[in-house]
């Protein structure tokens, strides 16, 4: 697939059918991911594949935590919207309102599909050194992005997500992730079923609002 075409063709899925990815792909999109740049070639980034039965148990104990209120402690810490700038609000409220135009109220579950980590039927977990300096994360950021980008290319369905690591120790436990490693982000991956909630992309703000010229 050409590049342009994979880009703008790949969105966040967030319901999965149950069809298994094969190991031989999901090592095929890794391997292509590590041609990421990364700091003086550093290659921080190490990737814990959560598949099969191991996936399954995941789904279940994180929606378990999610039923009973657990409140999330991602190792990342997160943001309320509130405490972005103005002109970053503004952008997610737009997500909100493009949703809401799109679907009718109790057409989808968004809430749900985060609860059951979107069914997926495999997890790429990213870690990096804990205490290293902030630039590894810049690492992670750009070898998440040619996972999906990678997964995209073979045919595979992708979405990064916080829900995925609201619940670090459950994780942890069930990859054997060590303490002197960072879990920064998990990546669902599977195809995508044919739940309306999956036909759902947020516009992007004119390229013009973030690109500037300077001769």
Not at 3 to 14: A, M, N, P, T
Not at 48 to 59: C, D, K, P, S
Request: proline share 5%; hydrophobic share 45%.
């Amino acid at each position: 697939m050409e590049f342009d075409k994979v880009i703008q063709s790949r969105h966040s899925v967030r319901d999965f059918c149950d069809k298994q990815v094969p190991q031989e792909v999901l090592t095929d999109i890794v391997h292509i991911a590590q041609a990421t740049p990364t700091w003086v070639n550093s290659q921080p980034v190490k990737v814990y594949m959560i598949t099969g039965e191991a996936a399954a148990q995941l789904r279940a104990s994180h929606e378990e935590r999610v039923q009973a209120h657990e409140p999330s402690h991602s190792e990342i810490a997160a943001m309320s919207r509130e405490q972005w700038p103005e002109r970053h609000q503004e952008i997610m409220k737009q997500w909100t309102v493009e949703f809401k135009q799109q679907f009718e109220p109790g057409q989808v579950h968004f809430n749900h599909a985060q609860k059951v980590l979107f069914n997926a039927p495999a997890f790429a977990y990213l870690t990096v050194p804990a205490g290293i300096f902030d630039w590894a994360l810049f690492d992670a950021g750009a070898f998440a992005n040619s996972l999906m980008l990678a997964a995209k290319s073979r045919g595979v369905d992708s979405i990064a997500a916080y829900s995925t690591v609201i619940f670090p120790e459950e994780v942890r436990s069930l990859a054997n992730i060590p303490n002197d490693e960072m879990l920064v982000v998990g990546i669902a991956l599977g195809y995508a079923s044919d739940n309306a909630l999956n036909t759902f992309v947020p516009t992007r703000v004119d390229v013009h609002e973030i690109v500037q010229f300077i001769s």
